[in-house]
């Protein structure tokens, strides 16, 4: 489509407001024109924070020598025709505003040439006066080079921070930028230093190791799940991985990097007990769905969008994003060499936005592929390299032996990318309704089969030692344990630490949540305990009444300072029913008004404590049979607080203390 200009009315119906505010946001700018002219490979480099110089080359389609000055006007885009399709945008950009924004405020000289070409075409402009085209030989795509920013604008420009600063959210944008376009090749210079260099394989775990660098890429759970007519798609660090603020969050909705407090929420929520509280999980994660239910046009900055249905989307999301932690137990471990990324450089990161790290690995949860997925279904929704949506399809069956009816399947699924090929995005709802029952969650206790040949010993799982015939020998050898806290084994090629502790706590926590839920969660005691307490803790006990019996306590006030126990928490020992208890109301005061669920979950988890503490020695056959339980449950491989329950050092990682390898 030419650029034109916008009719009055569609100029009216979009979201007005401040484009340039900072380098960072001309670099979104300008990234987001190249993606959309379909560039493959992406050159973003800065002076000083992008204050006095800042450049952008693609090799993208370029623009035709006669729409270059079009470009420049107000309004002037090719991507939106009338103010209908703003409901239905499927390009970064559809306002036709930065370039001329931009101009207004810098010295900017665009430099371009299309396809087809023979020359291109230079456009110079300063302040938005004096523009100048004239013809120049360049190569195929797209340079813009932005300087001295506010240069006729002082007051704006005392606004900006430090060029470091200004850097930094410079690099934070092209950052996400890589990880939302793993095939697009990015390189990212600051002050003649190499930043971030991606290689454009279409490898998100690539993306993901030229901005968090290798630890980070290769200890993140990867999450693909369609439902409702929604797909989320992407990688999600829990546990060690884990930051301190909401920054690490990245969220790409149909391809569109934005802050998104909706799936905030939703990540958090199914990430809680993997992640130590205060601390938030990080991600890259795509959420793909029909243009036409998400409002693109809402923010200046198209920072933000609106969802029409925003309770049910995240309902759902949520849903989707706990299948990301299915299957994972305490004890599985991925094999080393299924995480292991393998870029093929390695660049300089100047801004790690991960702090120094150990050099060991949390345990990796993820079940090798073909244990988890019956169907590994890929659908490419969003291709916005292309005008349309661009629907892909692919499904992979791995397991045809077993599977009877997967033919039908997957003829009906060809018929369905066909069609869907044909229509656009039209049919991707019902796509995802057909292909739910593929990808939903495994019923609980179904067995995980563990029948293909793999280097690594196995685990047995209690289910699976029925499917086996030949029940396969302890994957592990038993080293001993260190400072009386931390069990030492020998698997396969790594030494796992499990605290023992963490352990203990997390099996007992999964066993009580089962009795509460199945209404066995008390336990009545021989005679009834009664303890003392002050006026203050009463309080709390009245207070806290429902969510202390819903857990198993049957408690009343008994006098004025006493309180009489008749029964206790399912796992709790008389012997440690005083200590725990007064610990409980201790954390309830310190939950002021939280919701019912809230304390309900605080009084569960302090149940949970106690018994193995850290300290305690432990038999060999006491070490066997939390081992054991270890690996029969399904637990996540964390304690209820979020703490890592073990850690692994790799033999690699060993060779490499030890400077037998590099
Ligand atoms: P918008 O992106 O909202 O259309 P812009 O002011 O950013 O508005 O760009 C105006 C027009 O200039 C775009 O619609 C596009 O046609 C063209 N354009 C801008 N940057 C590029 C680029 N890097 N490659 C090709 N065309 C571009
Ligand atoms: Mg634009």
Same mark, same amino acid.
């Given at each position: 489509m030419p650029i034109r200009i916008l009719d009055a009315a569609t100029i009216g119906r979009i979201a007005a407001g401040e484009v340039v505010e900072r380098p960072a946001s001309v670099v979104k700018e300008l990234l $987001?024109?190249?993606?959309?002219?379909?560039?493959?490979?992406?050159?973003?480099?800065?002076? +000083?924070?992008?204050?006095?110089?800042?450049?952008?080359?693609?090799?993208?389609?370029?623009?035709?020598?006669?729409?270059? *000055?079009?470009?420049?006007?107000?309004?002037?885009?090719?991507?939106?025709?009338?103010?209908?399709?703003?409901?239905?945008? *499927?390009?970064?950009?559809?306002?036709?505003?930065?370039?001329?924004?931009?101009?207004? @405020?810098?010295? @900017?000289?665009?430099?371009?040439?299309?396809? /087809?070409?023979?020359?291109?075409?230079?456009?110079?402009? &300063?302040?938005?006066?004096?523009?100048?085209? *004239?013809?120049?030989?360049?190569?195929?795509?797209?340079?813009?080079?932005?300087?001295?920013?506010?240069?006729?604008?002082?007051? *704006?420009?005392?606004?900006?921070?430090?060029?470091?600063? &200004?850097?930094?959210?410079?690099? +934070?944008?092209?950052? /996400?930028?890589?990880?939302?376009?793993?095939?697009?090749?990015?390189?990212?210079?600051?002050?003649?230093?190499? @930043?971030?260099?991606?290689?454009?394989?279409?490898?998100?775990?690539?993306?993901?190791?030229?901005?968090?660098?290798? $630890?980070?890429?290769?200890?993140?759970?990867?999450? +693909?799940?369609?439902?409702?007519?929604?797909?989320?798609?992407?990688?999600?660090?829990?546990? &060690?991985?884990?930051?301190?603020?909401?920054?690490?969050?990245?969220?790409?909705?149909?391809?569109?990097?934005?802050?998104?407090?909706?799936?905030?929420?939703?990540?958090?929520?199914?990430? /809680?007990?993997? @992640?130590?509280?205060?601390?938030?999980?990080?991600?890259?994660?795509?959420?793909?769905?029909?243009?036409?239910?998400?409002?693109?046009?809402?923010?200046?900055?198209?920072l933000e969008v609106r969802f029409r249905d925003e309770a049910a989307t995240r309902l759902t999301a949520e849903a989707m994003l706990r299948t990301a932690f299915e299957g994972e137990g305490m004890l599985r471990r991925t094999p080393e060499r299924q995480a292991e990324v393998r870029p093929v450089r390695t660049v300089e990161v100047v801004e790690p936005p991960v702090a120094e790290q150990q050099q060991i690995n949390l345990i990796q949860t993820e079940v090798p592929d073909k244990q988890t997925e019956v169907e590994i279904i890929q659908t490419e929704a969003f291709n916005i390299q292309t005008e349309a949506f661009n629907i892909q399809t692919e499904v992979v069956n791995n397991n045809s032996d077993s599977l009877g009816p997967e033919e039908s399947l997957q003829s009906l699924l060809d018929a369905e990318r066909k069609k869907l090929r044909l229509a656009g995005l039209a049919g991707a709802a019902a796509l995802h309704e057909r292909l739910l029952p593929v990808t939903a969650p495994r019923p609980a206790g179904e067995e995980?089969?563990?029948?293909?040949?793999?280097?690594?010993?196995?685990?047995?799982?209690?289910?699976?030692?029925?499917?086996?015939?030949?029940?396969?020998?302890?994957?592990?050898?038993?080293?001993?344990?260190?400072?009386?806290?931390?069990?030492?084994?020998?698997?396969? +090629?790594?030494?796992?630490?499990?605290?023992?502790?963490?352990?203990?706590?997390?099996? /007992?926590?999964?066993?009580?949540?089962?009795?509460?839920?199945?209404?066995?969660?008390s336990q009545r005691l021989l005679a009834p305990e009664i303890l003392r307490v002050t006026a203050r803790e009463m309080a709390l006990v009245e207070e806290n009444m429902d969510a202390l019996s819903a857990v198993g306590y049957d408690i009343s006030p008994f006098g004025e300072r006493d309180v009489q126990i008749r029964a206790v928490p399912h796992i709790l020992g008389r012997a440690e029913l005083k200590p725990r208890f007064m610990e409980t109301i201790e954390a309830l005061a310190g939950m002021g008004s939280a919701a019912l669920e809230a304390r309900r979950e605080e009084i569960l988890q302090r149940a949970c404590k106690g018994a193995v503490k850290a300290g305690d020695a432990l038999s060999d056959s006491e070490i066997k049979s939390l081992l054991r339980q270890m690996q029969d449950s399904g637990a996540p491989p964390t304690c209820p607080h979020g703490r890592p329950v073990a850690r692994t050092l790799t033999r690699r990682e060993i060779e490499r203390m030890f400077k037998r390898i590099q």
């Amino acid at each position: 489509m030419p650029i034109r200009i916008l009719d009055a009315a569609t100029i009216g119906r979009i979201a007005a407001g401040e484009v340039v505010e900072r380098p960072a946001s001309v670099v979104k700018e300008l990234l $987001e024109n190249s993606l959309d002219a379909g560039a493959t490979s992406l050159t973003v480099e800065i002076k +000083d924070g992008g204050i006095s110089y800042l450049r952008v080359t693609d090799n993208g389609s370029g623009i035709e020598p006669g729409q270059v *000055r079009l470009a420049f006007e107000n309004h002037a885009t090719s991507k939106l025709m009338d103010a209908e399709q703003l409901s239905d945008i *499927r390009t970064l950009g559809f306002r036709g505003e930065a370039l001329p924004s931009i101009a207004a @405020v810098s010295r @900017v000289e665009m430099t371009t040439r299309a396809a /087809r070409q023979d020359t291109g075409v230079r456009l110079t402009v &300063e302040g938005g006066e004096n523009l100048r085209v *004239r013809e120049v030989g360049c190569p195929e795509g797209t340079t813009v080079v932005m300087r001295d920013l506010f240069f006729n604008l002082p007051v *704006r420009k005392t606004f900006l921070k430090k060029p470091q600063y &200004e850097a930094a959210l410079v690099s +934070d944008t092209v950052g /996400r930028m890589i990880m939302g376009n793993p095939k697009v090749s990015f390189r990212f210079i600051s002050n003649d230093r190499v @930043v971030y260099h991606s290689f454009g394989d279409g490898e998100l775990r690539h993306a993901i190791f030229a901005v968090y660098g290798r $630890e980070t890429a290769e200890n993140l759970v990867e999450i +693909d799940s369609y439902q409702g007519g929604m797909r989320i798609f992407g990688m999600i660090g829990i546990g &060690e991985q884990a930051k301190s603020t909401r920054a690490h969050e990245a969220f790409f909705i149909n391809g569109r990097s934005v802050r998104c407090p909706m799936l905030s929420q939703a990540l958090e929520s199914a990430c /809680r007990e993997r @992640v130590t509280i205060g601390m938030y999980p990080m991600c890259a994660l795509n959420l793909v769905l029909p243009p036409t239910s998400v409002d693109v046009n809402v923010h200046p900055n198209k920072l933000e969008v609106r969802f029409r249905d925003e309770a049910a989307t995240r309902l759902t999301a949520e849903a989707m994003l706990r299948t990301a932690f299915e299957g994972e137990g305490m004890l599985r471990r991925t094999p080393e060499r299924q995480a292991e990324v393998r870029p093929v450089r390695t660049v300089e990161v100047v801004e790690p936005p991960v702090a120094e790290q150990q050099q060991i690995n949390l345990i990796q949860t993820e079940v090798p592929d073909k244990q988890t997925e019956v169907e590994i279904i890929q659908t490419e929704a969003f291709n916005i390299q292309t005008e349309a949506f661009n629907i892909q399809t692919e499904v992979v069956n791995n397991n045809s032996d077993s599977l009877g009816p997967e033919e039908s399947l997957q003829s009906l699924l060809d018929a369905e990318r066909k069609k869907l090929r044909l229509a656009g995005l039209a049919g991707a709802a019902a796509l995802h309704e057909r292909l739910l029952p593929v990808t939903a969650p495994r019923p609980a206790g179904e067995e995980i089969p563990q029948t293909e040949p793999v280097a690594e010993p196995k685990i047995q799982s209690a289910t699976g030692a029925q499917a086996a015939p030949n029940p396969a020998p302890a994957p592990y050898r038993v080293i001993g344990t260190l400072f009386h806290t931390y069990i030492l084994l020998e698997w396969s +090629d790594a030494l796992l630490m499990i605290d023992q502790h963490a352990a203990h706590e997390r099996l /007992r926590y999964e066993q009580l949540s089962k009795a509460v839920q199945e209404g066995a969660a008390s336990q009545r005691l021989l005679a009834p305990e009664i303890l003392r307490v002050t006026a203050r803790e009463m309080a709390l006990v009245e207070e806290n009444m429902d969510a202390l019996s819903a857990v198993g306590y049957d408690i009343s006030p008994f006098g004025e300072r006493d309180v009489q126990i008749r029964a206790v928490p399912h796992i709790l020992g008389r012997a440690e029913l005083k200590p725990r208890f007064m610990e409980t109301i201790e954390a309830l005061a310190g939950m002021g008004s939280a919701a019912l669920e809230a304390r309900r979950e605080e009084i569960l988890q302090r149940a949970c404590k106690g018994a193995v503490k850290a300290g305690d020695a432990l038999s060999d056959s006491e070490i066997k049979s939390l081992l054991r339980q270890m690996q029969d449950s399904g637990a996540p491989p964390t304690c209820p607080h979020g703490r890592p329950v073990a850690r692994t050092l790799t033999r690699r990682e060993i060779e490499r203390m030890f400077k037998r390898i590099q």
